[in-house]
């Protein structure tokens, strides 16, 4: 997986109890793009280091529900 700050993180629910979040990609650490990634979530407007796992994908453009 690889990201640049303005993108966005999705993260989709795996089970029906947990919904997907999306936010915006606001810091990469590493030069090559790889995680983690500072995302600031949509909703709450909270900021988190995020390591991104295998229900989560980089878009370019937020997803709409």
Known sequence: MQAQVGNWLIVEGL???SSRRQGRIVAV???DGSPP???QWVGDEHRSLVFPGPDARVA???RTP
């Open 15 to 17: 089970t029906d109890a």
């Open 29 to 31: 650490d590493h030069v």
């Open 37 to 39: 990634y500072w995302v």
């Open 60 to 62: 370019k453009h937020p």
